[in-house]
């Protein structure tokens, strides 16, 4: 890769950043003063991005039907059930999470390097007179290298979050399996909190007062944040950011 393609990738790289931040900054300007909006209600299915889940699916089983019963194979109960089955249909995610994580690397590296190429006598160099010091070099090759590298790390991380969220069945699956997403949005004072989470759920799974447990969700997507005045101390400025991602050292 050319210095020129380098340089070329860094100045695109610093312009999108000026602008998203640009933006941001415009944004903040706009609700000086104000609280955070939240936002309007939407359909995840018709959001930039969105694509069905599709998932390796067993063979439909036809119902089978016995002649003379109400009861139908494959049911979960006598009468309607009231849990998520459908499009539409809400559900509430009971959301655990108590994650504790340690850890301690230390990395240490020294190198030392040493050439000296010294010839004294280079084809007859000694006949020749004293003009040939000033022609011909002793050392032909010189050279010291040193590195050293000291790298110590700690992490030690505690996070909890508990709460409930309730979510929208937005595909079923052919094999009965349910595509769940939800978005909460709490404001306090000048920061709001963000929570969504995403996941495909089981109707098994489900309890009969129509939660489900966080484990028990496969492809869980969970994220939780929140912006306004907090949020924005918070945060790398953006010159800063343009400088971690375009300097090389």
Known sequence: MSNRTVLLRCVLLSSVAVLSTSCTTIDQLKHLGQQPPLS????????????????????????SYNPNSLWRNGSRAFFNDQR??????????????????????????????????EISNFIGAN????????????????????????G??????????????????????PNGNLVIEG??????????????????ARPEDIDSDNTIELPKIAEARVAYGGKGTLTNIQTQPWGQQVTSVVLPF
């Open 40 to 63: 309007p209600l939407q359909n995840p299915t018709t959001q930039p991005g969105y694509k069905p889940v599709q998932m390796p699916m067993p063979t439909p089983q036809p119902a």
């Open 84 to 117: 998520a089955h459908q499009v539409g249909d809400i559900l509430t995610v009971k959301v655990n999470i108590n994650d504790t994580a340690e850890f301690q690397d230390q990395t240490q590296l020294t190198r030392s390097t040493s050439e000296d190429s």
């Open 152 to 173: 110590n790390g700690t992490i030690n991380r505690q996070d909890q979050l508990v709460t409930n969220v309730a979510a929208v069945v937005t595909q079923v699956l």
């Open 183 to 200: 978005k909460q949005e709490i404001r306090l004072n000048t920061e709001m909190r963000e929570l969504i989470i995403a996941g495909i």
């Open 127 to 150: 006949t020749i007179a004293n003009p040939s010091k000033a022609i011909l070099p002793g050392s032909l090759l010189t050279t010291d290298g040193s590195t050293q590298m000291n």
